[in-house]
């Protein structure tokens, strides 16, 4: 009975965790700019690759995870330069133009690199709970997955940085005239987002295949919960990742992990049906309506 | 009246006439291999038309027309399967365009009706789009067979019976007539709904949906609907792609297949259906060419010319290209005793 109940609730982490590293980039980059980038798998793809190559370099596993996040960060401040800052407020536009991106970099990639370069098995060990193991690594990315958000919390929340983008999220226009530069802080974001992403990549690449075509096994998904969870970035993706983790999880330990990924897609369906402002527009509609 | 038919004189109408004359003569001027290489680029041409329709005009950044195609193409190829009869084929097309027009009402129903605005639209259909494809491509073992048609994997369903007119099947020249009667038919459908009230309404849903909405215009229901017209013209397409190889699998429906024609329908013109039309066929002889040089560059030239038509060309190459040249024949002929229709003379003449 327990061994069940603590099987279930290690599926249940996992996919929380995933969601949550997956989708923490696209969601604060949507949340703040309205734009939704089409080469986030791309980008954690790129995570991914520069993590594995160090770390067959024989550099340290945490050093090679804070370089892989820092250099895709670089990568996404240069995107956002030559390509996402001439698109400000043309959201659809941008849609286009990231989805051009995310071709070049997977068939350049492809090209570069070849089909798939060889992985690193994944770190740690395991632990057994009753007759079946667990993987220590997979509890690790859970704890990394609610530091993340806490995180993002405490960033925007408590910094002045978090302020000003708080600001320019509510009116660009009004947060400009008060003296914020609404340009610098979307770079800033979209170089915030790229980093997560090549964060998502570095922690997911032990664990996976490494091929040019990887970053749409986190698409999907995260896809579905930045819909699920709406504008608000920590709202939002706190309460679907749940959800969704929950779904997901029990769907695919009962009939396996092609219907945990349909039932993702349904449920994103009926929810965006039911709420169309996704779960943090319902929560914030009725904080809104406790307060009055 | 007279006035009416010198405005209608433009670079785009022009354009247009030449290329379907073009296409008219082609199966005279060539062999019958190319031609029927040319029924395919057709093909494709419809599948960009769907997505100028919803796209172009609606304004619904649909990333799921390869998905219609793919469903009209295994609906059609299913019931071929299942039924051996030949001369039902033209049932069976009917069948997978309903199909494809039916899914894309469920899913148009759930969209629209729950207020979801564009981006969203975009990330829905493609996720709708990776779905299916996922579906399909792990469908090998023999657990996954409809009737007496295995969906087969990767490899997809193969000898499908093409289609069949009583005794006569449409194969060659035939094949290529349909497909050109069709593609004329909804281009000039689209041309005509352009200057009717339909037409207007969508442009109107597209330039500023909360807009229309106050002027009385049920918008989720206009956009429901024409999202599953568009459906069923990509699902059209679909079928007649599986007519005319006699197979259809999963890639019909993967990301090189879906990006396609956003990549045309963008780089062309998307409010243009004529600019889509000659994109279309320009870019389908071109990247056939470049396949014999190397195929895997074909990827990278396609994100290549999406990012600089974003963000250099936003209306579209050839769009962009009627309008110059629009105005450059109104400078030109201002003198002259001939007059231009198009952008540059409806400012001078309001």
Known sequence: MFNSIFNYFYQFLDSFSFLIIAVS????????????NLAHGEFIMLGAYIFTILAK???????????????????????????????????????????????????????????????????????????????????????????????????????????????????????????????????????????????????????????????????????????????????GMTASGTVLGVIQSALSMLFGTFFGKIGLLVVAIIVIRVLPQGFSGMIEKHMVKGKR | MKNKIKCAVTTENISAIAVFVFFLLYPMLHSAY?????????????????????????????????????????????????FANPSLTPIFLIAGVLAGFLVALVLGYFMFYGGVNDVFVALVTMCFTLVLETFLAQTAGPEWAIGKAQLGGFNGINAVTPLTFGAFPVKGEALYALVLLLV???????????????????????????????????????????????????????????????????????????????????????????????????????????????????????????LLVVLFVPKGIIHSLFEIIDEKAAVLLKNGSIRTGGKANEQKNP
Not at chain 1, 127 to 149: D, E, H, M, P, Q
Not at chain 2, 35 to 53: D, E, G, K, P
Not at chain 2, 58 to 76: D, E, V
Not at chain 2, 216 to 244: C, D, E, H, P, R
Request: charged fraction near 5%; aromatic fraction near 12%; include cysteine.
């Open chain 2, 184 to 306: 004329l038919a909804i281009y000039l459908a689209l041309r005509i709904m352009e200057k009717r009230n339909l037409g207007y309404c969508l442009l109107s849903i597209r330039e500023n949906r909360a807009r229309s909405e106050m002027f009385g215009y049920n918008t989720a229901k206009i956009q429901m609907v024409i999202f599953a017209v568009s459906g069923a013209i990509a699902a059209l397409a679909g079928v007649l792609y599986t007519s005319w190889g006699g197979y259809i699998v999963p890639s019909a429906v993967g990301m090189t297949q879906a990006t396609m024609p956003v990549v045309l329908v963008a780089a062309g013109g998307r409010k243009n259906p004529t600019a889509v039309v000659i994109f279309t066929l320009f870019y389908l002889v071109l990247s056939q060419n470049l396949a014999a040089s190397g195929s895997q560059y074909s990827l990278v030239i396609l994100g290549l010319i999406l």
């Open chain 1, 57 to 235: 370099a024989s550099v340290p596993l945490v050093f090679a995870i804070a370089l892989g996040t820092v250099f895709v960060g670089i990568f996404g401040y240069i995107v956002d330069k030559l390509v996402v800052s001439r698109l400000y407020g043309r959201a659809l536009d941008s849609v286009v133009a990231t989805w051009g991106i995310s071709l070049l970099l997977r068939q350049g990639i492809l090209i570069l690199l070849g089909p798939s370069i060889p992985g690193l098995t994944t770190p740690m060990g395991t632990f057994a709970v009753g007759s079946s193991t667990y993987s220590i690594y997979r509890i690790v990315l859970a704890a990394v997955a609610i530091a993340l958000l806490a995180g993002v919390y405490w960033l925007f929340m408590h910094t002045t940085f978090g302020l000003h983008s708080r600001a320019t999220m509510q009116s660009s226009t009004i947060a400009q005239s008060l003296g914020i530069n609404t340009g610098r802080m979307y770079s800033m974001t979209f170089m915030l987002g790229s980093a997560l992403a090549g964060l998502c990549g570095a922690l997911y690449a032990p664990t996976m295949t490494i091929t040019p075509t990887m970053g749409q096994a986190f698409q999907n998904d995260s896809f579905v919960t930045v819909i699920v969870g709406g504008a608000n970035p920590l709202i």
């Open chain 1, 25 to 36: 980039g696209l969601a604060i980059i949507f949340g703040m700019m309205g734009i939704i």
């Open chain 2, 34 to 82: 190319k031609v029927l290489n040319m029924a395919n680029f057709l093909i494709t041409v419809i599948l960009a038309l769907s997505l100028a329709l919803i796209w172009g005009y609606t304004g619904i950044f649909s990333y799921a027309q390869a998905a219609f195609y793919g469903i009209g193409g295994y609906t059609y190829a299913i019931f071929c399967k299942n």
